[in-house]
């Protein structure tokens, strides 16, 4: 049998093998979520800069001003539309790296949490007579931690979802307004 120190240390062990398995799981996922957006950042640069050389020498073979105005203002609706689809796919990613994220953060605390509940009752159950306070004082720390990593866990749900909500009301606008500027509502 291990004594209560050994029992203890073997906790901590593997309690900071742990924080470091989720600190590497959680770095890794972001590091996802940056590659992501590094490829969708070269894409449309790309992308971009074939568009931006085709659109220059439609408008440099314009005739006169009117035709320059007119193929201006046509290309002006296709670039709002590019904008708003890159913001959707900006949110896009960062939603799914934020549930990636906390998909695996909950996982790796769930799984602490039951393993260091595991060793309280262990060790509750060898413990000596009148140690049942701090064992409860412990058992209530515990328990105190999860319920507030669970509100941190809502808390960060609610951001992300009012911040996806105002994206896409900010995206809305955007197009409309785009719409507007060029002349072709939708009606």
Same mark, same amino acid.
């Given at each position: 049998?291990?004594?209560?120190?050994?029992?203890?240390?073997?906790?901590?062990?593997?309690?900071?093998?742990?924080?470091?398995?989720?600190?590497?799981?959680?770095?890794?996922?972001?590091?996802?979520?940056?590659?992501?957006?590094?490829?969708?950042?070269?894409?449309?640069?790309?992308?971009?800069?074939?568009?931006?050389?085709?659109?220059?020498?439609?408008?440099?073979?314009?005739?006169?001003?009117?035709?320059?105005?007119?193929?201006?203002?046509?290309?002006?609706?296709?670039?709002?539309?590019?904008?708003?689809?890159?913001?959707?796919?900006?949110?896009?990613?960062?939603?799914?790296?934020?549930?990636?994220?906390?998909?695996?953060?909950?996982?790796?605390?769930?799984?602490? +949490?039951?393993? &260091?509940? @595991?060793? *309280?009752?262990?060790?509750?159950? =060898? #413990?000596? %007579? /009148? +140690?049942?306070? &701090?064992? @409860?004082? *412990?058992?209530?720390?515990?328990? =105190? #931690?999860? %319920? /507030?990593?669970?509100?941190?866990?809502?808390?960060?749900?609610?951001?992300?979802?009012?911040?996806?909500?105002?994206?896409?009301?900010?995206?809305?606008?955007?197009?409309?307004?785009?719409?507007?500027?060029?002349?072709?509502?939708?009606?």
């Amino acid at each position: 049998m291990f004594s209560y120190q050994d029992q203890f240390s073997a906790a901590t062990k593997a309690n900071v093998e742990a924080q470091l398995a989720l600190v590497t799981a959680l770095t890794s996922k972001a590091f996802e979520g940056v590659e992501k957006l590094i490829d969708l950042n070269l894409t449309v640069a790309k992308t971009s800069l074939e568009e931006s050389n085709a659109a220059a020498k439609q408008l440099l073979a314009a005739k006169d001003a009117q035709e320059f105005f007119s193929l201006a203002a046509a290309q002006a609706q296709p670039n709002a539309e590019k904008a708003a689809a890159y913001a959707r796919h900006i949110a896009n990613i960062a939603s799914s790296t934020q549930a990636e994220i906390t998909k695996t953060a909950e996982a790796q605390i769930a799984e602490t +949490s039951r393993k &260091v509940a @595991a060793l *309280v009752d262990d060790v509750a159950k =060898n #413990a000596p %007579a /009148g +140690s049942e306070n &701090v064992i @409860a004082i *412990v058992k209530s720390m515990i328990g =105190n #931690a999860n %319920a /507030g990593y669970e509100q941190l866990a809502k808390t960060t749900k609610q951001a992300v979802e009012a911040i996806e909500t105002n994206l896409s009301s900010a995206t809305a606008q955007f197009t409309q307004a785009a719409e507007k500027a060029t002349g072709r509502t939708k009606k």
